[in-house]
C-alpha cells in the first residue's frame, strides 16, 4: 500500500505563484510515475503534469510554460511549481502515483484546493 500526502494548496491572486508537494510513503517501487491531477467543480478529473523516475515529464497544453513538475526520488516526493496561476487553474488537485510489478498499481492523494481569484 502507497499513501500520498499533498500540501501547498490554497488563495492566491490572479499572476500568482504556489508549490504544491506530495510526499509518498509505504511500498513505492523503484520505477514510476508521479503526477498531478485537477478537477473543477462540474468537471472531469484531468492531467496536469506527470514525472517518470528517469525524470521524464510531460504536461497539459494549458500547463506548459507556466507549471513545472519536478520530484526528488530519495525523498519520494513530487513538486508542482505553478506560475502565472488564472482563475481557470481553480481546482482540486490530486497527486497520482503509477507503479506496475504485473500488474499495474493507481494511488491518489486526498487532494489540495488551489484557487485563483482576486
Known amino acids: 500500500q502507497v499513501q500520498l500526502v499533498e500540501s501547498g494548496g490554497g488563495l492566491v491572486q490572479p499572476g500568482g505563484s504556489l508549490r504544491l508537494s506530495c510526499a509518498a510513503s509505504?511500498?513505492?517501487?523503484?520505477?514510476?510515475?508521479m503526477g498531478w491531477y485537477r478537477q473543477a467543480p462540474g468537471k472531469q478529473r484531468e492531467m496536469v503534469a506527470g514525472i517518470t523516475s528517469g525524470g521524464d515529464t510531460n504536461y497539459a497544453d494549458s500547463a506548459k510554460g507556466r507549471f513545472t513538475i519536478s520530484r526528488d526520488n530519495a525523498k519520494n516526493t513530487v513538486y508542482l511549481q505553478m506560475n502565472s496561476l488564472k482563475p481557470e487553474d481553480t481546482a482540486a488537485y490530486y497527486c497520482?502515483?503509477?507503479?506496475?510489478?504485473?500488474?499495474?498499481?493507481?494511488?491518489w492523494g486526498q487532494g489540495t484546493q488551489v484557487t485563483v481569484s482576486s
Open positions: 497520482n502515483l503509477n507503479q506496475k510489478r504485473f500488474i499495474s498499481y493507481t494511488y
Open positions: 509505504g511500498n513505492i517501487f523503484s520505477i514510476n510515475t
